[in-house]
């Protein structure tokens, strides 16, 4: 791991998961109370359900940048990077699959409380993600490092010959008017 500065997105991502934990609980609470009253308990576990998986799979993505960012600064940061967000993406489809496929034909299962709850969580999450992105500042270029010195600024090493000592006849690519 890497001692270096962490990555300018990091706060961005942390505050979006917090306020997705936030809103979790609201929507779980909201889902469960209208899945009750519409379907009684199994509207309750569905409304419960659809709000989790909303909220978990949301949290997949966040959470496997801030863990690919820990390794910010080594050699093959972008090779993790890409390994970890894509492991997480992949994970996210096998979960839904396997999800959609064991919940499916549950007899405690309210199909429509379900889909709506999931739907409210996801649109809930894109707002919260939209609305975090929108506020945060983020410089247009983050975490770079510019040259200190630049190339023209360094005296040749011995034996090497200055570009302004060479014959006009020479082709250096720039013209000597």
């Given at each position: 791991m890497s001692?270096?500065?962490?990555?300018?997105s990091t706060?961005?991502?942390?505050?979006?998961?917090?306020?997705?934990?936030?809103a979790a609980v609201v929507l779980a609470a909201v889902a469960a109370v209208i899945?009750?009253?519409?379907?009684?308990a199994p509207g309750v576990w569905s409304g419960l359900i659809g709000a989790l998986i909303a909220v978990v799979f949301g949290a997949i993505t966040a959470g496997s940048i801030l863990?690919?960012?820990?390794?910010?600064?080594?050699?093959l940061y972008v090779q993790l990077f890409f390994?970890?967000?894509?492991?997480?993406?992949?994970?996210?489809?096998?979960?839904?699959?396997v999800l959609i496929l064991v919940l499916r034909g549950q007899p405690w299962l309210?199909?429509?409380?379900?889909?709506?709850?999931?739907?409210?969580g996801v649109l809930v999450s894109l707002a919260i993600d939209g609305v975090v992105f929108l506020k945060m500042r983020l410089p247009?270029?983050?975490?770079?490092?510019l040259p200190t010195v630049a190339p023209d600024d360094v005296a040749p090493a011995?034996?090497?010959?200055?570009?302004?000592?060479?014959?006009?006849?020479?082709?250096?690519?720039?013209?000597?008017?």
């Open positions: 001692s270096a500065s962490p990555v300018t706060p961005i991502l942390r505050t979006a998961l917090i306020a997705s934990g936030v899945g009750g009253v519409l379907k009684g863990i690919a960012n820990r390794w910010f600064g080594q050699e390994a970890i967000v894509m492991g997480g993406w992949f994970l996210k489809l096998g979960l839904f699959v309210e199909p429509v409380v379900f889909f709506w709850s999931l739907l409210a247009h270029v983050s975490d770079t490092s011995a034996g090497e010959r200055n570009p302004s000592d060479r014959g006009h006849d020479a082709d250096s690519g720039n013209s000597h008017v």
